[in-house]
């Protein structure tokens, strides 16, 4: 593993269990195990080290949505398809609680939203790309934001019953019927 990557894995861990006010560079050296310089010279700021941590984040979601979509099948809403499998997956980033420590520091410091802003931005092309009815796509998907933001703050809607049929239905919004319009 590098530097790098072990610096934001010992960030991701204080934030994880002591929460985002306890992040310093120092305390980010001390986890990882390096001199405070070894941190300085891959993050010169402590919204340096959270920008490469919001990174982080939005390359974990991108590989799920990944995944997910390689196994899609083909066809209308097959992004929009692939957010819903990925919103409701319990090993994604919404159920790591570094994520919503995350999600408190960027809203204090707007600049550091720019990374998510941009990862929104190529959502809605893949959206735009393959959905018939970008109103139905976009419903759909700002209901998984909504749940993605739900469990960020620790908050659940039911069951995992009721978390199936929530996916279901989600889903079955996204299937053009026989003789309708998408």
């Not at 196994?71 to 609680?97: I, K, L, Q």
């Not at 960027?106 to 190529?122: C, D, E, K, Q, W």
């Not at 934001?145 to 279901?168: K, N, P, Y």
Request: proline share 4%; charged share 25%.
């Amino acid at each position: 593993m590098s530097t790098f990557d072990n610096i934001i894995d010992a960030a991701m861990a204080i934030v994880r269990d002591q929460g985002v006010a306890k992040l310093t560079l120092d305390a980010a050296a001390k986890a990882a195990g390096i001199s405070k310089g070894g941190v300085l010279y891959h993050f010169k700021s402590k919204d340096d080290l959270i920008r490469g941590m919001v990174q982080r984040l939005i390359d974990q979601c991108d590989q799920l949505n990944h995944d997910y979509y390689q196994r899609e099948s083909e066809g209308p809403y097959r992004w929009a398809r692939t957010m819903v499998h990925a919103c409701f997956d319990p090993t994604g980033p919404a159920n790591d609680p570094v994520g919503g420590a995350l999600l408190a520091a960027i809203t204090v410091n707007p600049v550091l939203m720019a990374p998510i802003h941009a990862m929104y931005a190529r959502w809605q092309e893949r959206l735009a790309g393959d959905s018939p009815d970008m109103e139905r796509a976009g419903l759909v998907c700002s209901a998984m934001d909504g749940l993605f933001f739900q469990r960020l703050m620790g908050i659940r809607l039911g069951d995992s019953a009721a978390s199936e049929r929530l996916m279901r239905h989600a889903l079955d919004l996204l299937t053009p019927k026989e003789g309708a319009s998408s």
